[in-house]
């Protein structure tokens, strides 16, 4: 899913800086701690810049231009009206909305 900024240019700008401090702290943390070597770190970084560069060129998104945006309509099936008889504002203490009421003596099912 593609982050819209509609509100915001500077959103994903700081979705990914939040992002890259966390993975750095954490890198950090674990050869300060004394879990990992140092080029373990660096191998493991190296390895998911790679998978991410691979993964996101692979990925396909539709080109949007500014005056298109927001025009754009769901293709696929029509909604068809419900065929369940829903509680309509009229419905007061079980009384039954003349329309209804003109429905089922019409067709008794």
Same mark, same amino acid.
């Given at each position: 899913?593609?982050?819209?900024?509609? @509100?915001? @240019?500077?959103?994903?700008?700081?979705?990914? !800086?939040? !992002?890259?401090?966390?993975?750095?702290?954490?890198?950090?943390?674990?050869?300060? /701690?004394?879990? @990992? @070597?140092?080029?373990?770190?660096?191998?493991?970084?190296?390895? #998911?810049?790679?998978?991410?560069?691979?993964?996101?060129?692979?990925?396909?998104?539709?080109?949007? /231009?500014?005056?298109?945006?927001?025009?754009?309509?769901?293709? #696929?099936?029509?909604?068809?009206?419900?065929?369940?008889? !829903?509680?309509? %504002? /009229?419905?007061?203490? #079980?009384?039954?909305?003349?329309?209804?009421?003109?429905?089922?003596?019409? %067709?008794?099912?």
């Amino acid at each position: 899913a593609r982050l819209h900024t509609a @509100h915001s @240019h500077l959103a994903k700008y700081w979705l990914q !800086l939040v !992002l890259v401090v966390m993975a750095t702290f954490s890198c950090t943390s674990r050869v300060v /701690d004394h879990r @990992h @070597h140092a080029m373990d770190v660096v191998v493991g970084a190296a390895i #998911g810049i790679v998978i991410g560069m691979l993964s996101a060129g692979w990925m396909v998104f539709p080109e949007y /231009d500014e005056c298109d945006r927001g025009k754009h309509e769901k293709t #696929g099936k029509q909604k068809r009206p419900s065929k369940i008889g !829903l509680i309509s %504002s /009229d419905f007061v203490l #079980g009384a039954e909305v003349d329309s209804e009421r003109e429905l089922k003596e019409v %067709s008794p099912n």
